[in-house]
């Protein structure tokens, strides 16, 4: 079972590493994740929510159970909204006190206790700031204490332990100055305060940036109507959307969205259903038709029965599996993890190896220098851009994928499709349109078409093939009867067998008739002909003649080529996969311009193909929308589901795409290339961030330009480039495929 709790102090990576670890020591916990920009912890297992809560507690982490969606949104903008403003509170009081110092020390003193007049000044400027770092900063020290008790380090513990001891060393110039020689007699309080404020300042930044990354969400939730008009005893009364029940009947009138998933049993209507399909022309809606939650009913006034209510509605699941692959971590990220898990401890040895060097052999004042380049290590170091760079760019991408209407079950598939090699298409439902029809009969028998069709039909009805729904469609529309089926057999691949009017009856592919030792001369210029044309036969025959041929054609999409052209101009090799005949796939794949093509596969070959594939060293992704194609979407390094075919395709795949597009494919192809080139900048950015910044900060530069990194200037670095990292992941807000 999966519970998410909300967290309130989590400030980087080496907090997201501690209380995964800690919540993973719990026996009933199976996995449990951090997603750091938006604060949450996923847990799946069977503790209780309340041992979670506990455990975070013993290591200093507040959590709160998320009850429901709409209150935990409402919950986390709300307190994201007062810690904004809180920091920004913060942050101004500390630079209003800070800035000034900074100034004097600049142009008016050298900050140094050389009188008893400059104790005065500056210890109650000491004191001042005592007061700020209390008021600004507060928060850091309690956490840095919280992890000192619990033997581990985070962020809070490098600004902690540098601002700390920056005021320390500076009180005890101002009480006892005699104890340090007269070039070492300055004081770091204005450093102090600066680097609060800035550090603050930048949160409050990241928080602002931050807000946009869930935008996609967001606006999702807002297609969803807080109230529906429910319809009973032929009177009409709003009632809220969590007392809607199933089959409850729903009044809804022009301009107004729908509130739940329902089929229309009076009237008709233009529904706009882009929010959730991307398809720019309302949809034609009359009785008998199914309309999705969210959805803007924009013309006619409709009757509707309530199918799908509250969290299992079409809109719901989305965004249930938006917020699922949000909270999910690709390969690339665990090496930020790593990283972050040791990189606190090792910061802190490396400023007290920093201050004993400077100490040992620097030049005097040693004890100024020493304080200025341990704190500026420390502070410079702090791993908040490397925790954010990942999640961030994850978050973002996901829910710019639900934009262009391809759903992604978690965030490894959005990497492991940037680096796609081979993708395999199915025929039926990918690039056909999936809605086959009756195009042809031909007997070759005595009995007529319609009878024919009759028998046909009447077995076909008891199968769940494609092609069977269009046979029995054809039937029916026809008026023609069907008769009662006995001793019903399907084979998988091949096709069925029963009797029908005492009848002794085969249906299926040329391959099932060989097996059954059927003469089929007599169709084969027919068969040849027609499967040239992209038409797939389906023969019937009783237990010693081909009785006839009935032909099925299946449109094949309008934007087919044009997407399959977009996929080959990127490199990536398409394999059509099929279990129709050679002919059919043969004429299909020359359509579409696919060079390669697998014909008459039966079902479970499927997956041994993409396997043999990907033992060729291919990274392999599949399209599909069938039952058959489950095994091939989970052997697939990706899945793609085209979005009306099975739930088991569904949950076999990686991404679903809503749009029911082969240009969907494509796009989530560039938007996981888009969203792992963000990945790597962000990475590569607070990789150099911290390797170029520790060392200047160290002082490697001092004997070569007598210059040494300020404290403050570190602070400001190091606050600005969680910023920097949340901008360049916003980036992907404005992507859009060619």
Same mark, same amino acid.
């Given at each position: 079972?999966?519970?998410?709790?909300?967290?309130?102090?989590?400030?980087?990576?080496?907090?997201?590493?501690?209380?995964?670890?800690?919540?993973?020591?719990?026996?009933?916990?199976?996995?449990?994740?951090?997603?750091?920009?938006?604060?949450?912890?996923?847990?799946?297992?069977?503790?209780?929510?309340?041992?979670?809560?506990?455990?975070? &507690?013993?290591?200093?982490?507040?959590?709160?159970?998320?009850?429901?969606? @709409?209150?935990?949104?409402? +919950?986390?903008?709300?307190?994201?909204?007062?810690?904004?403003?809180?920091?920004?509170?913060?942050?101004?009081?500390?630079?209003?006190?800070?800035?000034?110092? #900074?100034?004097?020390?600049?142009?008016?003193?050298?900050?140094?206790?050389?009188?008893?007049?400059?104790?005065?000044?500056?210890?109650?400027?000491?004191?001042?700031?005592?007061?700020?770092?209390?008021?600004?900063?507060?928060?850091?020290?309690?956490?840095?204490?919280?992890?000192?008790?619990?033997?581990?380090?985070?962020?809070?513990?490098?600004?902690?332990?540098?601002?700390?001891?920056?005021?320390?060393?500076?009180?005890?110039?101002?009480?006892?100055?005699?104890?340090?020689?007269?070039?070492?007699?300055?004081?770091?309080?204005?450093?102090?305060?600066?680097?609060?404020?800035?550090?603050?300042?930048?949160?409050?930044?990241?928080?602002?940036?931050?807000?946009?990354?869930?935008?996609?969400?967001?606006?999702?939730?807002?297609?969803?109507?807080?109230?529906?008009?429910?319809?009973?005893?032929?009177?009409?009364?709003?009632?809220?959307?969590?007392?809607?029940?199933?089959?409850?009947?729903?009044?809804?009138?022009?301009?107004?969205?729908?509130?739940?998933?329902?089929?229309?049993?009076?009237? @008709?209507?233009?529904?706009?259903?882009?929010?959730?399909?991307? +398809?720019?022309?309302?949809?034609?809606?009359?009785?008998?038709?199914?309309?999705?939650?969210?959805?803007?009913?924009?013309?006619?006034?409709?009757?509707?029965?309530?199918?799908?209510?509250?969290?299992?509605?079409?809109?719901?699941?989305?965004?249930?599996?938006?917020?699922?692959?949000?909270?999910?971590?690709?390969?690339?990220?665990?090496?930020?993890?790593?990283?972050?898990?040791?990189?606190?401890?090792?910061?802190?040895?490396?400023?007290?190896?920093?201050?004993?060097?400077?100490?040992?052999?620097?030049?005097?004042?040693?004890?100024?220098?020493?304080?200025?380049?341990?704190?500026?290590?420390?502070?410079?170091?702090?791993?908040?851009?490397?925790?954010?760079?990942?999640?961030?760019?994850?978050?973002?991408?996901?829910?710019?994928?639900?934009?262009?209407?391809?759903?992604?079950?978690?965030?490894?598939?959005?990497?492991?499709?940037?680096?796609?090699?081979?993708?395999?298409? &199915?025929?039926?439902?990918?690039?056909?349109?999936?809605?086959?029809?009756?195009?042809?009969?031909?007997?070759?028998?005595?009995?007529? +078409?319609?009878?024919?069709?009759?028998?046909?039909?009447?077995?076909?009805?008891?199968?769940?093939?494609?092609? =069977?729904?269009?046979?029995?469609?054809?039937?029916?529309?026809?008026?023609?009867?069907?008769?009662?089926?006995?001793?019903?057999?399907?084979?998988?691949?091949?096709?069925?067998?029963?009797?029908?009017?005492?009848?002794?009856?085969?249906?299926?592919?040329?391959?099932?008739?060989?097996?059954?030792?059927?003469?089929?001369?007599?169709?084969?210029?027919?068969?040849?002909?027609?499967?040239?044309?992209?038409?797939?036969?389906?023969?019937?025959?009783? @237990?010693?003649?081909?009785?006839?041929?009935?032909?099925?054609?299946?449109?094949?999409?309008?934007?087919?080529?044009?997407?399959?052209?977009?996929?080959?101009?990127?490199?990536?090799?398409?394999?059509?996969?099929?279990?129709?005949?050679?002919?059919?796939?043969?004429?299909?794949?020359?359509?579409?311009?696919?060079?390669?093509?697998?014909?008459?596969?039966?079902?479970?070959?499927? =997956?041994?193909?993409?396997?043999?594939?990907?033992?060729?060293?291919?990274?392999?992704?599949?399209?599909?929308?069938?039952?058959?194609?489950?095994?091939?979407?989970?052997?697939?390094?990706?899945?793609?589901?085209?979005?009306?075919?099975?739930?088991?395709?569904? +949950?076999?795949? &990686?991404?679903?795409?809503?749009?029911?597009?082969?240009?969907?494919?494509?796009?989530?192809?560039?938007?996981?290339?888009?969203?792992?080139?963000?990945?790597?900048?962000?990475?590569?950015?607070?990789?150099?961030?911290?390797?170029?910044?520790?060392?200047?900060?160290?002082?490697?530069?001092?004997?070569?330009?007598?210059?040494?990194?300020?404290?403050?200037?570190?602070?400001?670095? #190091?606050?600005?480039?969680?910023?920097?990292?949340?901008?360049?992941?916003?980036?992907?807000?404005?992507?859009?495929?060619?």
């Amino acid at each position: 079972m999966s519970t998410t709790l909300l967290l309130e102090n989590v400030s980087c990576a080496g907090c997201v590493k501690k209380i995964e670890a800690r919540v993973a020591q719990i026996p009933e916990i199976n996995q449990a994740e951090v997603n750091f920009p938006m604060r949450r912890l996923i847990i799946d297992g069977s503790a209780t929510p309340d041992s979670v809560i506990t455990a975070l &507690d013993e290591i200093g982490y507040r959590a709160r159970l998320v009850i429901s969606e @709409e209150e935990a949104r409402k +919950e986390q903008k709300a307190l994201a909204l007062r810690q904004y403003h809180q920091k920004l509170m913060q942050s101004g009081i500390a630079l209003a006190l800070g800035i000034p110092m #900074m100034i004097a020390g600049f142009f008016m003193d050298d900050m140094s206790v050389d009188t008893p007049q400059d104790q005065w000044l500056w210890g109650i400027l000491g004191l001042l700031t005592l007061a700020i770092l209390y008021y600004s900063g507060r928060h850091f020290f309690i956490s840095a204490l919280t992890s000192l008790r619990n033997a581990t380090s985070t962020m809070d513990t490098l600004i902690s332990v540098g601002t700390g001891s920056a005021w320390l060393f500076s009180m005890l110039v101002v009480v006892m100055p005699d104890l340090f020689p007269d070039g070492a007699r300055h004081v770091y309080f204005e450093a102090a305060v600066m680097i609060i404020g800035l550090v603050n300042l930048g949160q409050a930044l990241e928080l602002r940036a931050r807000s946009h990354t869930s935008d996609a969400v967001e606006r999702l939730l807002d297609l969803q109507p807080k109230t529906a008009r429910v319809v009973k005893d032929d009177k009409e009364q709003e009632l809220p959307l969590e007392l809607i029940n199933q089959g409850d009947l729903i009044r809804i009138r022009p301009g107004e969205q729908i509130p739940v998933d329902a089929l229309v049993i009076e009237g @008709e209507s233009y529904v706009d259903e882009s929010m959730l399909t991307g +398809e720019p022309l309302p949809a034609g809606k009359k009785v008998g038709d199914a309309v999705s939650g969210g959805t803007l009913n924009t013309s006619g006034s409709l009757l509707v029965e309530a199918v799908h209510v509250g969290e299992d509605t079409a809109l719901s699941r989305i965004i249930a599996m938006i917020r699922q692959a949000q909270n999910s971590k690709p390969e690339i990220a665990h090496l930020a993890d790593k990283i972050s898990g040791i990189f606190v401890p090792a910061v802190i040895v490396i400023s007290v190896l920093t201050a004993l060097i400077w100490y040992l052999f620097g030049p005097e004042p040693r004890i100024a220098y020493m304080l200025v380049t341990a704190m500026t290590v420390l502070i410079i170091a702090c791993p908040c851009a490397l925790g954010l760079a990942t999640p961030m760019s994850v978050m973002v991408g996901v829910g710019k994928a639900a934009d262009y209407g391809v759903l992604v079950r978690n965030a490894q598939a959005l990497q492991t499709a940037a680096n796609i090699t081979t993708l395999v298409l &199915d025929k039926t439902g990918t690039i056909t349109e999936g809605r086959p029809s009756v195009d042809s009969i031909q007997s070759f028998s005595k009995l007529g +078409e319609n009878e024919l069709l009759g028998l046909v039909a009447s077995l076909e009805q008891r199968s769940e093939h494609p092609l =069977a729904a269009a046979i029995v469609n054809q039937a029916q529309s026809l008026g023609i009867a069907l008769y009662p089926v006995d001793n019903f057999i399907s084979i998988t691949g091949k096709g069925v067998s029963g009797i029908v009017q005492a009848q002794s009856l085969i249906l299926g592919n040329r391959a099932f008739m060989e097996e059954k030792q059927i003469d089929i001369t007599a169709s084969e210029a027919l068969f040849h002909q027609q499967t040239k044309l992209g038409k797939t036969p389906v023969f019937i025959a009783n @237990e010693k003649e081909l009785l006839g041929l009935i032909f099925i054609s299946d449109p094949i999409r309008e934007d087919a080529l044009a997407a399959i052209t977009r996929l080959q101009d990127k490199g990536i090799k398409i394999v059509m996969m099929t279990g129709d005949n050679q002919q059919t796939a043969a004429a299909v794949a020359s359509h579409v311009g696919i060079q390669d093509y697998i014909a008459e596969v039966l079902p479970e070959d499927k =997956a041994n193909h993409v396997k043999q594939y990907q033992q060729q060293g291919e990274i392999v992704a599949m399209a599909g929308d069938g039952i058959n194609d489950a095994p091939a979407l989970a052997q697939a390094d990706v899945g793609f589901a085209i979005g009306q075919g099975t739930d088991v395709a569904i +949950e076999s795949a &990686d991404m679903i795409l809503i749009r029911n597009s082969l240009h969907s494919v494509v796009d989530a192809i560039a938007l996981s290339n888009a969203t792992l080139r963000n990945i790597k900048q962000n990475l590569l950015g607070a990789f150099l961030y911290n390797s170029l910044g520790i060392p200047i900060a160290a002082g490697v530069l001092f004997p070569f330009t007598g210059l040494l990194l300020s404290p403050i200037i570190a602070g400001a670095a #190091m606050a600005f480039s969680s910023a920097t990292v949340v901008g360049n992941a916003n980036r992907l807000r404005l992507f859009k495929p060619r």
